[in-house]
């Protein structure tokens, strides 16, 4: 079996026993009402895992020969590096006083930069496993709970803003990315002022809707990933870091959002309203704030030591 296709395997199949011990060995162990996972909903949960999974695989399959899915010791080390570094800042951040009202639990995450980064600075498989198993152990020590699907989610996000380097033409590549994002923005925000009657489901004002604010991050994201596109043209890696990264946030919480249609039973305009958007908009703000940062720092180290 070829090389590359056994090191990606490892990888997807890792996630999946990490996911399987965390929630089936971690949680019954501790004993904790609220770790673990409603277990009438599990196999729904791990059919949306095996289905990011899959994405993953399928989008492996159909570009094998690039040198993006090479996955070595090296980019086996970052993979630890980005899970335990999301971990850590996504529990710091995902407390009640960094909490968003929303149909959900979702609060304010500038640690999704380190998925993004991840991703982009190392590969998909990189940030799949960062943003995926990072997740996982966030939600762990902050007690919340166990979502499987949102750890995906998350590792879609890190898994897709590693998928610039599939294309020969970044810039071309961005302005892409740019009229897909730029209309699944406007589509999700319409959707909010369509349904503005829906209310906030965890812990704040549960009968007061989402928020303004929450509703229109998309487009304020969205504007300044394009500001940074632009506004940063002549270096190339910030500006395809951020416009890739959101890509890889819109389709990621979006996948994780839709889910729960299923898993929660949410309709579509309480997935899109209630969760991808208060999730999904800030994150944006977070991405194009922080992931610049990431890659000049980056590629300081990368000069210092000579590479």
């Known amino acids: 079996m070829d090389k590359k296709l056994l090191s990606v395997l490892g990888a997807l199949a890792a996630i999946l026993v990490i996911f399987a011990v965390a929630i089936l060995v971690v949680g019954n162990a501790m004993g904790q009402s609220n770790f673990q996972t409603d277990n009438a ?35 086996v080390v970052y993979m630890a590096i980005g899970a335990a570094l999301y971990a850590v800042f996504s529990y710091l951040f995902n407390g009640t006083v960094f909490v968003i009202p929303s ?33 996982m152990f966030g ?13 995906i989610g998350n590792g879609l996000v890190g898994f897709i803003s590693g998928l610039v380097f599939l294309f020969k033409d970044k810039k071309k590549s961005m302005d892409t990315v740019l009229y897909i ?18 209310t906030n489901g965890f812990y704040f004002a549960e009968t007061a809707p989402v928020s303004l604010f929450a509703g229109l991050t998309m487009l304020i994201g969205f504007v300044l990933v394009v500001a940074v596109r632009f506004g940063f ?40 309203v209630g969760e991808f958007l208060p999730a999904a908009g800030p994150n944006l703000i977070f991405a194009t704030i922080l992931v610049p940062l990431l890659v000049v720092a980056y590629a300081a180290v990368q000069r210092q030591s000579g590479r």
């Open 41 to 75: 909903t599990l196999p729904l949960r791990f059919l949306f895992v095996a289905i990011g999974l899959g994405i993953a695989l399928v989008v492996y399959f159909f570009t094998r020969e690039n040198k993006i899915w090479e996955v070595g010791t090296r980019e």
């Open 103 to 135: 149909l959900s639990q979702v609060s304010l995450r500038p640690a999704i930069a380190i998925p993004m980064f991840f991703g982009y600075a190392f590969g998909p498989v990189v940030g799949f496993f960062a943003g995926a198993v990072g997740n």
């Open 139 to 151: 939600d762990a020590l902050t007690g919340f709970g166990l979502s499987p699907q949102w750890s």
């Open 181 to 198: 994002s730029g209309a699944l923005a406007v589509l999700a925000t319409i959707l909010f002022f369509l349904n503005r009657d829906i």
């Open 233 to 272: 043209a002549k270096n190339e890696d910030i500006a395809a870091a951020v416009t890739w990264g959101m890509l890889g946030n819109v389709l990621g919480i979006g996948f994780a959002a839709i889910s729960d249609i299923w898993i929660n039973g949410f309709s579509v305009p309480a997935a899109v």
